[in-house]
Nanobody
Framework: QVQVVESGGGLVQAGGSLRLSCAAS????????TGWFRQAPGKDREFVAT????????YYANSVKGRFTISRDNAKNTVYLQMNSLKPDDTAVYYC???????????????????WGQGTQVTVSS
């Protein structure tokens, strides 16, 4: 069973930055795509960004494109989400999710991800 743990959330003013980290257990980390999703109060969970197992392919939601950057360090079994120019609309619980081993293709559908973290709260004040 793969364990996924997020960290790095917090309270920040609009226009500020945060970097989220997602650490995953297991020896097959680089064979799995990893994604970030978020859920704001009263809203459905939505896709934010995803990265292929190799790190060569990335995809972003239109709402964060140009402001957020996803990256990974397979030697550390960690994926990062650098969030710049944060807006109050970015306030949500952010979840990291990993696909099963040998699924390196990045996808935007949450149904494609099998292992989920507990989430980390990001709050952006105006």
């Amino acid at each position: 069973q793969v364990q996924v743990v997020e960290s790095g959330g917090g309270l920040v003013q609009a226009g500020g930055s945060l970097r989220l980290s997602c650490a995953a257990s297991g020896r097959t980390f680089s064979s799995s795509a990893t994604g970030w999703f978020r859920q704001a109060p009263g809203k459905d969970r939505e896709f934010v960004a995803t990265i292929s197992g190799s790190g060569r392919s990335t995809y972003y939601a239109n709402s964060v494109k140009g402001r957020f950057t996803i990256s990974r360090d397979n030697a550390k079994n960690t994926v990062y989400l650098q969030m710049n120019s944060l807006k109050p609309d970015d306030t949500a619980v952010y979840y990291c999710a990993q696909r099963r081993p040998n699924n390196p293709v990045a996808t935007t559908r949450d149904d494609d991800y099998d292992y989920w973290g507990q989430g980390t709260q990001v709050t952006v004040s105006s």
